[in-house]
């Protein structure tokens, strides 16, 4: 699937409803995974071993499919405010410039 850019800046910052939706899931997976990461981190000592947080991270990892379905959720409720606090009736938007698309018609 190629990039979306946008017709006015050419930039690859165009984002849609399908892509805002895989964007905040990611980013919901990510706040949800360094949330407890950073839990866990405050729980230890001050100055651990070295190779100490990749441990700890991948500890944390092993909890992954709570964390995705936690994060995904969080990631809904974001794609759902964006789509309707941001979009409204547009498909999509331009990070960068701020352009506002309409979906194409269907041909008649
Ligand atoms: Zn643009």
């Known amino acids: 699937m190629p990039t979306p850019t946008c017709c006015i800046c050419q930039s690859a910052t165009l984002i849609n409803r399908q892509n805002l939706r895989t964007l905040t899931a990611l980013a919901g997976v990510l706040d949800v995974l360094l949330r407890e990461y950073s839990a866990q981190q405050r729980k230890q000592s001050s100055s651990p071993a070295p190779w100490t947080h990749v441990g700890d991270l991948l500890t944390v990892l092993s909890d992954a499919h709570a ?16 789509e309707r606090y941001w ?3 547009f498909d999509s938007l331009c990070l960068s410039c701020g352009f506002m698309l309409m979906k194409d018609a269907p041909p008649d």
Do not use: K, S
């Open 67 to 82: 964390f995705r379905l936690e994060g995904q959720a969080q990631g809904r409720t974001l794609a759902a405010n964006v």
């Open 87 to 89: 979009l409204g009736e």
